[in-house]
């Protein structure tokens, strides 16, 4: 893989906040795999939703925990599913017309 798609647009990335993902489902950890790196050098930690304390965190209970990914920026809104991608793609200059077709 093209280590350039890896570097940062800016030298330092502030936190932009944290991607819950199920680390249980075979999807989920096969993006994180494949993009974490480079969301991560944007600012994004991801974060399993099996962590202790994710549903209060996300404002959801636990059985709507798992359903699916969600995104909390750091200003503390929260995204979920495809709104989360949208929001994650948007971070990024060369996918931000992906995620404005989102």
Not at 29 to 37: A, D, K, L
Not at 73 to 86: F, K, M, N, Q, Y
Request: proline share 4%.
């Amino acid at each position: 893989m093209n280590e350039d798609l890896f570097k940062a647009d800016d030298a330092a990335a502030p936190v932009r906040g944290w991607i819950y993902y199920d680390a249980t489902c075979g999807a989920c950890v096969w993006s994180q795999n494949r993009v974490g790196r480079l969301l991560a050098s944007r600012g994004w930690e991801w974060v399993p939703l099996q962590t202790p304390g994710s549903a209060k965190q996300l404002g959801c209970t636990e059985a709507e925990l798992l359903q699916e990914m969600r995104l909390r920026r750091a200003d503390g809104s929260v995204h979920r599913g495809l709104d989360a991608w949208i929001v994650l793609f948007r971070s990024v200059r060369w996918m931000r017309p992906l995620g404005f077709i989102l």
